[in-house]
């Protein structure tokens, strides 16, 4: 898997929040903006971001995640907040339009971007995400309830500390989706800070808590019916297809995607299909050189 480089470290502050980042690549290049998964952090693309050609990489940490802040006071998660701070980001950046790289819920919250404001928008290369789940009306109520009382759970939680950080990793590579140790490692080193015994993770226990409010499925649809911007969707037979029977049934709903499925599972842009992965995007992003 080799052909690692070393990022370059990015700290700024955005709609109150400091965040973290890690940049590749040439800064007068096809800029692109990558957003990791949940409870996942920027080094999501540690592997990938070096072997993607012509492009200026900057992998944010989403507020909460890696080694950006939380977010001040105790309410929850959206992803509307992270819609609205990575335009922010992009402003801050002096990026006017570009290319949206996106795994999981970082996918889902470029998607939901897009639609939101097509015009800033060059491209979208997702891995395994592109929707959240829907939600029927009759369930708000219920929804809204669940969450409150996730929130009040998660604020009261003590966080599991462990006694180095190797046994962290051993911990990340058991996730709900399992990774191989280098992937583990990587997430780890920069998901992790140090406790008086040990380390515990840096992430926000609020990210556990269940969304306050879910959409419809007319609604995610409208949205990806608003994106302008071309969408390249790559899945991992053993991810989100696997997870989910429908998957690929509600993915043929929209024209406007074209996706791909490839052997791996759902962190196959950090594991051996990395390569096939890059090749893809590559391919993809080509044509979008010189855009801004």
């Given at each position: ?5 070393v ?46 050609r ?6 944010l ?8 802040d ?11 907040d ?6 922010a980001?992009?402003d ?45 009306a ?65 992430t926000?226990?609020r ?20 994106v302008?911007a ?13 997870l ?12 406007n ?10 962190h ?25």
């Open positions: 898997m080799a052909q690692v480089s990022p370059r470290e990015l700290r700024f502050s955005v709609n109150g929040v400091d965040f973290a980042a890690q940049e590749w690549g040439d800064p007068t290049q096809l800029p692109v903006l990558a957003l990791h998964g949940w409870l996942d952090n920027s080094a999501s693309f540690f592997a990938l971001a070096p072997r993607l012509d492009v200026h990489v900057v992998a940490d989403l507020a909460g995640h890696g080694k950006s939380h977010r001040p006071g105790r309410a929850a998660y959206t992803l509307w992270d819609i609205n701070d990575i335009f980001v992009a801050h950046l002096g990026w006017k339009r570009f290319v949206l790289l996106g795994h999981s819920r970082g996918a889902i919250i470029g998607t939901l971007a897009a639609g939101t404001f097509p015009d800033r928008f060059i491209a979208l290369g997702l891995v395994e995400g592109l929707l959240p789940d829907p939600a029927r009759e369930d708000a109520p219920k929804q809204l309830a669940e969450a409150i009382k996730g929130l009040r759970a998660q604020q009261q939680k003590i966080p599991s500390v462990y006694p180095d950080i190797q046994v962290a990793i051993k911990a990340r590579e058991r996730g709900m989706f399992p990774l191989g140790h280098e992937a583990a490692k990587a997430l780890t080193e920069r998901g992790v800070v140090a406790q008086e015994k040990g380390v515990s993770w840096s926000d226990p990210l556990l808590a269940p969304s306050m409010f879910k959409l419809s499925r007319d609604q995610l649809h409208a949205f990806v019916d608003q302008s071309p969408i390249k969707l790559l899945l991992g037979v053993d991810g989100l297809p696997k989910y029977p429908n998957y690929l049934q509600e993915v043929d709903r929209f024209a995607v074209d996706y791909e499925v490839l052997s791996g599972g759902h196959l842009h950090m594991e051996q299909e990395v390569d096939v992965v890059a090749e893809k995007l590559n391919a993809f992003f080509f044509p979008f050189y010189g855009l801004t």
